[in-house]
């Protein structure tokens, strides 16, 4: 199995993403930590079936609610995206909190830590299958783990999210981490290729 490191706290990592227009990104490297500032920013590396695992900090944002409370999003072969929210102590999460494949599925149970408390995603995804016209064959499927916990159970992820780099399902992609606006922070970045 090949492991890609995409982000390793170091200057050097920086270049295995770049932004949406090709160019270098700009995001805020500070410490071992990486700050979403200036744009989305996709992997260099693309992969079929992986192990991605990515770590992440919300910022304490007390007054704000909902979406606009500690948003970004990782986005699953640049295309499904899987939410990154403060959604800490909320007992009922939904669609569009953190742990959900945006608007297709809530996570099964909401395993948040607090704002400034580093966080974790394991995805074990499994690319979509093709016929020979191009047509999907079979849907990409993942489970994912958020601190180690169970949100998502061999879910079928049968169509793109929106904002993605395409709204075409990929035997191929990137990873795309998203600039929603808000300052979350990200550390520890790698897939693991199955």
Known sequence: MEKIILFDGSAQSLNNWKNRDGSPIDWILEGENLTVCHGDIISTATYGDAHIHVEWREPDMPNEQGQGKGNSGVYIHGCYELQVLDSYGRE?????????????????????????????????????????????????????????????????????????????????????????????????IWIEKL
């Not at 742990?99 to 149970?109: L, N, T």
């Not at 966080?119 to 979509?128: E, G, L, V």
């Open 92 to 188: 009922t999460p939904d669609q569009g909190d953190c742990g959900a494949i945006y608007s297709m599925y809530s996570p099964r149970v909401n395993a948040c830590r607090p704002a400034l408390t580093w966080q974790t995603y394991d995805i074990y995804f499994r690319a979509p299958r093709f016929n020979d016209d191009g047509s999907v064959k079979e849907a990409a499927r993942a489970t994912i783990f958020q601190n180690d916990i169970c949100i998502q159970n061999n879910i079928e992820l049968y169509r793109t999210t929106p904002g993605g780099v395409t709204d075409k399902q990929l035997a191929e992609g990137p990873l795309l981490l998203q600039d929603h606006g808000n300052p979350v922070s990200f550390r520890n």
